[in-house]
């Protein structure tokens, strides 16, 4: 897995790329508790080049969704692949976040 | 199991970093037996679910264990049997989540179990001379 922090206007941006699983799920985690620690409470998440999530990895969206709702935040999720989606759904995940299509969609919605 | 034609077995270690072996190792498979990518996928996740609870919640010793995956195909089903010689664990019968619920009231976890009921046609669970053996079986499309 492969992470890019970046800002645009005003929202933290987060590439997350390859794989996120049990082996390094705690890594996002780690990651973006600290943006939001350093405070960071709109956060735009780029799955684009996201192939491939766990259960592992779905706690940690729910931990941050969960954490970011507390401080009146905002987490947002662009470019879902089919697969991911198709996860997201079963979960029952695609209710409970905000999806977007593209990054563009995500950014005005 | 004599009907089966297609038949492999990989051996693990108890532990979180033989996971990436097993998506090398389906790879592998999926190109040999003609497996769609898609079903690759989700198998890597049905086995990522599982191996992890067996590796982290299965053993009540610090000890070095085996955990057995075997794979066969018949016609158009795909079995995968995993055995661990951990404690008596039978996920069939944890009760699935309630993925209704609004973000405040979802609990954190618990969703591994379910995604592997939901992925796979049929999961079956027996204890058989000290071991757990979690039978997991997928029509194929033909």
């Known amino acids: 897995m492969n992470l890019q922090v970046s800002t645009f206007e005003n929202y933290t941006l987060v590439r997350v790329e390859g794989r996120l699983d049990t082996t390094n799920a705690h890594e996002l985690e780690k990651s973006i508790l600290n943006l939001i620690d350093g405070g960071c409470s709109r956060i735009f998440l780029d799955c684009s080049g996201l ?12 931990i941050v969704q969960k954490k970011l709702a507390g401080i009146n935040g905002q987490l947002r999720l662009s470019h879902l692949q089919p697969g991911i989606r198709e996860i997201f759904d079963i979960s029952g995940f695609s209710s409970i976040f905000s999806l977007y299509a593209d990054n563009e969609a995500a950014l005005k919605g | 199991m004599s009907e089966y034609r297609d038949e492999r077995t990989l051996l693990l270690n108890n532990q979180l970093d033989e996971i990436p072996l097993v998506v090398t190792y389906l790879d592998q498979l999926g190109e040999d037996w003609g497996l769609s990518e898609a079903l690759i ?7 990522e679910e599982a191996l992890s609870n067996i590796i982290l919640y ?3 010793d610090k000890l070095l264990h085996t955990i057995t ?5 018949s016609g158009n089903e795909l079995l995968i049997s995993i055995t661990d010689d951990g404690h008596y664990y039978d996920p069939t019968e944890k009760e699935d989540p309630d993925i209704t619920l609004p973000v405040e009231d979802r ?28 039978m997991l079986k997928k029509k194929l499309e033909p």
């Open chain 2, 58 to 60: 299965g053993y009540d």
């Open chain 2, 41 to 47: 996928s989700s198998l890597n996740l049905v086995l």
């Open chain 2, 69 to 73: 995956l075997y794979f066969s195909r």
């Open chain 1, 51 to 62: 192939y491939y999530i766990s259960s592992s990895g779905l706690r940690v969206l729910l």
């Open chain 2, 107 to 134: 609990p954190i976890g618990g969703l591994g179990i379910f995604l592997i009921k939901r992925i796979m046609d049929k999961v079956e669970y027996q204890r058989k001379e000290n071991k757990n053996i979690l």
